[in-house]
């Protein structure tokens, strides 16, 4: 039987396997702490990564999601939505080139606009029908943020 006080530790490994399994000595937890994380792992069957992206190419044309929203649809937290665009990027450079990353914007509706990317992503919001303001943020913004399910 487990004792009270890991369950924290437990419930932790459960909900984010990949962050916690290289830093928590399961043999301090007893008979069948491993078992369960195992288990939950092949159910899960993908990290937080994979996750990230797979839901990144599900926001469909003229809609868009913040970084916080894809972050916690794939199971992680506040802070986990501040590792999005790493993530992404790493996807892109391995082979992963139809994540719409300029459908994944700031809360509020504010899209990231650098002066080398500045041309082609107005291009694509404008192919979308997304209208921006002189502030760089999407009008109508709670019109068009796309729902995870």
Do not use: C
């Not at 839901?55 to 894809?70: D, E, F, K, Q």
């Not at 916690?72 to 937290?77: S, W």
């Amino acid at each position: 039987m487990l004792v009270k006080e890991n369950w924290f530790h437990i419930l932790s490994i459960l909900r984010f396997p990949e962050l916690y399994t290289n830093r928590v000595n399961l043999s301090k937890y007893r008979d069948g702490a491993h078992a369960i994380v195992s288990l939950v792992k092949k159910e899960i069957g993908k990290t937080f990564s994979e996750r990230v992206v797979e839901l990144a190419l599900m926001i469909s044309r003229g809609r868009v999601a913040t970084y916080g929203a894809l972050a916690r649809a794939a199971g992680g937290g506040t802070i986990a939505a501040q590792s999005v665009t790493t993530i992404l990027g790493k996807a892109y450079e391995a082979g992963e080139t139809r994540i719409p990353f300029h459908r994944i914007v700031y809360s509020g509706g504010r899209v990231w606009l650098d002066d080398a990317h500045r041309a082609k992503r107005l291009q694509l919001y404008k192919a979308e029908n997304i209208a921006l303001d002189t502030k760089d943020r999407i009008l109508h913004f709670d019109d068009i943020v796309y729902e995870f399910r």
